[in-house]
């Protein structure tokens, strides 16, 4: 398995979606409409990284745990990065 790339502050918001999307046109879409507020969406991609989250499984946290409702999964992520930060 090869190593997960991580973001880098050099990356544009495509190259943000790219790396995370990894290949999922679901996932990648679903990144694209989570950018369309920039400044509030790079913020979504960056709590996605600190979760690991990649690919398809952010495609199937969208769908299938969200019933592909956008406010509903940005919510969950920002609640789960929340959780992830008390630790570190």
Do not use: C
Not at 32 to 45: K, N, Q, T
């Amino acid at each position: 398995m090869l190593p997960l790339r991580m973001l880098e502050a050099t990356d544009t918001l495509e190259g943000a979606i790219k790396t995370l999307a990894a290949g999922s046109v679901g996932a990648a879409s679903v990144l694209g409409r989570i950018v369309d507020e920039p400044f509030a969406g790079l913020m979504i991609l960056l709590d996605l990284e600190r979760l690991g989250l990649r690919g398809e499984q952010i495609w199937r946290l969208y769908r299938d745990v969200h019933g592909m409702n956008l406010n509903g999964f940005i919510g969950h992520v920002k609640i789960q990065a929340a959780r992830v930060d008390r630790f570190f």
